[in-house]
Structure formats: structure tokens, C-alpha cells
């Protein structure tokens, strides 16, 4: 059972991170669309499904399987695990920041530049490798 539900969680994660790293990205291919054009259409397009269709399902079940398999194996009162809890939390919150993006350009009101959206790329990537180093070395 251990093993299923490990092997739910990691498809989920990597489900989830996929869609975190391909938004961010999609964005600043928008920054460059003309509102309105063909092109803006298409990556809003593109975007929704995204968040919806994929990472918002894919957030979820790894919250699901992981809450389930933190229980399993009894997680909660060690210290690794509380660090990685809150870093999963602000991986969530940066998922409704681009969710609160997504709808800024869908409304034709982004504001932000390229460079936002290439800095902000980059959080994902640097919360994932501080997640995976403490699963994998549990150092506390």
C-alpha cells in the first residue's frame, strides 16, 4: 500500500511541477502577444487548460496522497517534514499567484514584465530542490 501510494504522489508532484514550470513560461511568451490578437487568445487559451485541467487536479492529489502518506508512515513529528510542509505551502500559494496572473492577462490586465515571469519561473525549481534534498537526506 506504502508503495502505491508513494508512486501516486510522486506522478502527482510531477504532474503538478510540470504545469508550474510550463506557466510561467507561457506567460512570457504573452507579455510579447498583442491583446486581442490571435496569438493572446491562444496562450489564454492554453493557460486555462493548464491550470485547470492539469495542475490545479494534479495540486490536489498531491496534497491528497501526500497528507495520506505522511499519516501512513508517520511523518508529522519529524523536523524535515515540518520544513517540507511549509515549503509545499508556499509552492501552493505561488500556484494561486499564477492562477491571480492567468486571469490578469486573461482580462487584458497584466502589468508585469518578462523579467517578472522569468524571475518567476524560477521559484518552483528552487522550492522543489530544497523539497526533494530533504526527503530524500531527512538532515533533522
Not at 506522478?11 to 490578437?37: D, E, Q
Not at 491562444?42 to 497528507?67: C, D, H, N, Q, Y
Not at 490578469?104 to 518552483?124: G, L
Request: charged share 20%; net charge positive.
Amino acid at each position: 500500500m506504502d508503495l502505491w501510494l508513494k508512486s501516486l504522489h510522486v506522478i502527482s508532484i510531477i504532474a503538478w511541477m510540470a504545469g508550474l514550470l510550463y506557466l510561467p513560461r507561457l506567460f512570457v511568451y504573452h507579455c510579447t502577444a498583442a491583446k486581442g490578437s490571435e496569438l493572446a487568445d491562444t496562450l489564454e487559451t492554453m493557460e486555462r487548460r493548464l491550470l485547470k485541467a492539469i495542475m490545479t487536479p494534479a495540486m490536489l492529489a498531491s496534497w491528497v496522497f501526500g497528507f495520506w502518506l505522511a499519516m501512513r508512515m508517520g511523518f508529522f513529528t519529524e523536523g524535515w517534514f515540518h520544513v517540507k510542509l511549509f515549503l509545499v505551502i508556499l509552492m501552493t500559494v505561488f500556484h494561486f499567484m499564477t492562477a491571480k496572473w492567468r486571469k490578469d492577462f486573461e482580462a487584458d490586465n497584466n502589468k508585469r514584465s518578462q523579467r517578472f515571469y522569468r524571475f518567476a519561473n524560477e521559484v518552483p525549481t528552487v522550492l522543489m530542490i530544497v523539497i526533494v534534498i530533504l526527503v530524500i537526506l531527512k538532515p533533522f
